[in-house]
């Protein structure tokens, strides 16, 4: 997959290619990613990429020739490429989302800074507008990584050998379950039991049980627009007969006080 980044601070991304997943894709030949300045595209001497807004106030705007150039000779090399503006005006960024921008051969990732870019180049030169969420950045640039740092993770071997069941919809909807690793005994607190039994099935279940447990006490929001699979029905109705019991009992105490 192509990532091309437009912005006028493409030093911002020397260091974020050079980690991780992000830089293992890059060498394994799973991506093509590079960050081009947008002020190599303006034409005066001082290659200025920003002007005063029409109409008056505080800030400045993107001009859009230089923005533009850009595009347009990007769009020369990456043919297929969706254009996408990172803007809070846009579709809110989310797993589902990363699923679909993967799905496209080349992503051309256009940064604004100032107030935000002219309103010509978002209606003719822009494909798509996404905003990694409801809060005001003082540029594209750290939405842009957010974006291609969750694709980066879908693309096919992108996680070396990671299970590929990590990925699936299913699990990507509700939060994980815990996490341990040695010592078993940290300062008093204990690994749970059953994960350094060796038993692979109730290791599993127990997994599935942490995972919706968490997202029930952390994320309800999560679990309330999730169909649920028949598994996670199976645990439902378990704790809803558990809770059942202990509030018969208690009404029970009640009645006899
Ligand atoms: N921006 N998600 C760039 C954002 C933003 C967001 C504000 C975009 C500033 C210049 N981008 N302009 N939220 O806050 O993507």
Redo the contacts with the bound molecule.
């Keep these: 997959m192509y990532f091309t980044v437009l912005t006028i601070f493409p030093e911002m991304f020397d260091s974020f290619w050079k980690h991780g997943i992000i830089r293992r894709a890059i060498e394994h030949n799973q991506m093509v990613a590079s960050a081009v300045n947008i002020r190599d595209y303006a034409e005066d001497r001082h290659q200025v990429t920003d002007d005063r807004p029409y109409g008056g106030g505080s800030g400045m705007v993107m001009k859009p020739e230089p923005l533009a150039a850009a595009i347009r000779d990007t769009t020369k090399t990456l043919k297929t490429a969706r254009t996408v503006l990172?803007?809070?005006q846009?579709r809110v960024?989310n797993q589902k989302l990363a699923w679909e921008l993967v799905s496209y051969e080349a992503l051309i990732l256009v940064?604004?800074?100032?107030?935000?870019?002219d309103e010509r180049i978002c209606h003719d030169l822009i494909d798509d507008e996404?905003?990694?969420?409801?809060?005001?950045?003082?540029?594209?640039e750290l939405?842009a990584m957010v974006i291609i740092d969750a694709v980066t993770r879908l693309l096919p071997g992108a996680l070396g050998g990671k299970d590929a069941a990590d990925k699936d919809s299913f699990s990507d909807e509700l939060l994980e379950h815990a996490h341990y690793t040695r010592p078993s005994d940290f300062e008093g607190r204990e690994v749970p039991k059953v994960l350094r039994s060796g038993h692979h099935q109730a290791i599993e279940t127990w997994r599935i049980e942490s995972a919706l447990m968490r997202t029930l006490l952390k994320r309800p929001d999560l679990l309330q627009k999730k169909k649920l699979n028949p598994q996670q029905w199976e645990i439902f109705t378990k704790w809803h007969r558990e809770i059942e019991k202990i509030l018969d009992f208690q009404k029970s105490k009640k009645k006899g006080a």
């Excluded at 996404?130 to 594209?140: A, E, R």
């Design positions: 990172l803007t809070p846009g960024f940064c604004g800074r100032y107030e935000g870019v996404i905003s990694i969420g409801d809060y005001v950045l003082t540029g594209g939405a």
